[in-house]
């Protein structure tokens, strides 16, 4: 079997169409969808994130502010800016871009984003809500990969599905979804022994490691959907994922490829996730 390749790029080009028209439906209802990006130093992975979030904010017609701050700002400075932003009229969505410096804990940033606000979907409010069932911003890495799951209608419900890596921004928000889909969820870390055993058993695979190319092949069970998260520079400067595809494709029924896979609709997520802040807030 080859796989098919689940374009990530392409549904998410389809997306901001669709999304573009609803933001310029917003606005005749004098609703102004605005998210408002907060960047912490100099990280140029960090900063071309951003880049790629403005960019796609300025394609749907969301406005979008960046506040850029030095890197040696305090952790009480910053709380200051979220708090403006979280009282700001105007603003929907608030994303503070990680990793930030050493000396700011990060959870506290976090919790100082109004939830309201939060279309990343870390605060532990909206976490909680996903841990319930409730309707919530949804993180938008996982959002992105069962838009992209539905988009194909790939079938979850009895599914068994592994998830390796368990972070709080990717792999456990993952297996949170799937297990509200009624897949039968097993979670992989660092820690698990016969990861290639358990991971050949899954009929939906999320490689969530940032390893390059740990998962090949023999990982992937005849039919298997894989779903690469992974993001890694090689050598060479390109983009890689954690999974080696030339080989998982010939036994997947589905795969994403990196880069053109996840990373296209988890920004795609975040302009989801800032429209349904500006329709949630202007209800008030
Ligand atoms: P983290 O580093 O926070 O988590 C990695 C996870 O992988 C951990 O749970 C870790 O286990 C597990 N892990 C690491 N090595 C192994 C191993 N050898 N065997 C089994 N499990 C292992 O990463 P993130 O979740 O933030 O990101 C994962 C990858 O996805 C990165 O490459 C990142 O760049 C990429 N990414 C891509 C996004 C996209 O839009 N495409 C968005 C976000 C991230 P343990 O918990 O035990 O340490």
Do not use: W
């Not at 319930?132 to 959002?143: A, D, H, V």
């Not at 029924?253 to 975040?270: A, D, E, Q």
């Amino acid at each position: 079997m080859t796989a098919e390749i689940l374009n990530g790029k392409e549904l998410s080009d389809q997306l901001k169409i669709e999304m573009k028209q609803e933001v310029e439906a917003l606005k005749q209802e004098d609703i102004h969808p605005h998210l408002t990006v907060i960047l912490v130093g100099d990280n140029p992975a960090s900063k071309s994130y951003v880049r790629g979030k403005e960019k796609a904010c300025e394609i749907t017609g969301i406005a979008s502010d960046l506040i850029e701050l030095p890197e040696s700002v305090s952790e009480q400075e910053l709380l200051l800016v979220i708090e403006r932003q979280n009282n700001a009229k105007e603003v929907h969505g608030i994303l503070v871009q990680l990793p930030l410096p050493d000396h700011i804990d990060e959870q506290k940033v976090i919790h100082a984003i109004s939830p309201l606000k939060d279309v990343d979907g870390f605060h532990p409010i909206n976490i909680g809500k996903l841990v319930n069932g409730e309707e919530t911003f949804l993180p938008c890495t996982p959002f992105g990969i069962l838009t992209m799951l539905e988009s194909k209608n790939i079938e979850i419900e009895g599914k068994r599905a592994v998830i390796i890596g368990r972070s709080n921004i990717v792999g456990k928000p993952m297996g949170l979804l799937l297990l509200e889909r009624n897949a039968t969820v097993t979670y992989c870390h660092s820690r698990t022994k016969n990861l290639r055993e358990i991971a050949s058993e899954a009929d939906i695979l999320v490689v969530a490691m940032g390893r390059e190319h740990a998962v090949d092949g023999s990982y992937v069970k005849e039919g298997a959907v894989v779903i690469d998260v992974g993001i890694n520079r090689m050598d060479n400067g390109k983009l890689t994922g954690d999974v080696e595809f030339e080989s998982a494709k010939e036994k997947a029924s589905y795969i994403t490829p990196v880069p053109r896979g996840v990373g296209p609709m988890t920004i795609t997520m975040l302009l989801k996730n800032t429209i349904k802040a500006a329709k949630g807030l202007s209800e008030k």
